[in-house]
Structures are given as structure tokens and as C-alpha cells.
């Protein structure tokens, strides 16, 4: 009864695991790596081709382009420069019209003063007479003071007035044009 059911199972030997069993596995490594890589770079490159293929992209604008881009910034630079320097001329006339219009305030306050401070223009005679320009003087200090004080008022009311036509109603700082802390009294 012996057909080989118990006979010892075969073991390879120590030469067979040797070198050769070494060279065929760091082979088998080599093909397996290299196969890999070219797995990897075929897959990635598929992947992008895909992904450039399936997203629009927009060209590169010629040099052309480019040019004529810059030609038009430096007309709109050009309109800017013209808009300011406009303004700055419109500016300088205002300021001359402001620049008048005190002058000329100047010389009505001067007029109605007499261009003498404490000196009360005299009155015209009914006629017109013809006597020339004679000072008068106050009676006492306290009528020189008050004369003072009303045209320094009359000042302040044509100044409120020239204010109120430059600035915005919005910024009147009261109701009827004074300002809040009026003149002594």
C-alpha cells in the first residue's frame, strides 16, 4: 500500500531560493515599476488632454491688440487731463467772481463809512447844496460807538447775505440767515 500518500512533501532546496530566485524577483519589481510609471504618465496625460479639451480657453491677445490697448488708455489719460485742467480754469473764475464781488463790498461798506472809522457821513441837504463836504462830529463817544456798532451790523447782514448765496441751504447754521451768536447788543 504504498501509493506516495505519505511520502514527505518536496521542499526545494537552499540553491533554488539562491541568486536566481533574487534576480527574478528584483525583474519582476523592475517590470512592475516601469509598467507603473507608464500607467502613471499615460493616465496624466490623458487627464489634462481631457481637462484642455473639455474647458474653453481664451487666446492670448495679439501684439496688435496690445497696442492699440495702450493708444486708447493714453487718449482716456489724455480726456482726464483736459476734464482737470477745465475744472482748475472753472475754479480760478469762481474764485475771481468771489474775489469781485468782496471788492466790490468793500468798496460799498468804505463809501457808507466814510472811509474814516468813527466818522458819521454827513447828510445831504434837501437842494443839493453845494457846500462841500463837512465833517461832523459825535456829540459824545457813546454816539461814535453806536454808529460804529450799527455799520459793523449792516456789515455782517450784507456778509450773511453774500454766505448764504454761495453756500448750501442745507449748512444754514439758523433759520432766518444770523448766525447763532449775533452781535452784542
Partial sequence: MQDGANDP?????????????????????????????????AVTTGVSATY?????TLP????????QVLYELNELRHQVNQLNQEKKL????????????LSALASTVRARSGGAPGVVPPAEKPGGGGGGPTVRKAPDAFA?????????????AILNTI???FLPKAKEPAKDGQRATGPPK
Fill in 52 to 56: 484642455q479639451f473639455l474647458t474653453p
Fill in 90 to 101: 472753472k475754479g480760478r473764475e469762481n474764485d475771481e467772481a468771489i474775489s469781485r464781488a
Fill in 60 to 67: 492670448l491677445p495679439s501684439a496688435r491688440d496690445s497696442v
Fill in 9 to 41: 512533501p518536496a521542499v526545494p532546496s537552499r540553491a533554488e531560493t539562491g541568486p536566481a530566485a533574487r534576480w527574478r524577483a528584483a525583474t519582476l519589481l523592475g517590470i512592475g515599476g516601469g509598467v507603473g510609471l507608464a500607467l502613471g504618465v
Fill in 163 to 165: 454766505l448764504d448765496l
Fill in 144 to 156: 461814535e460807538l453806536d454808529a460804529e456798532i450799527k455799520s459793523l451790523e449792516d456789515t455782517q
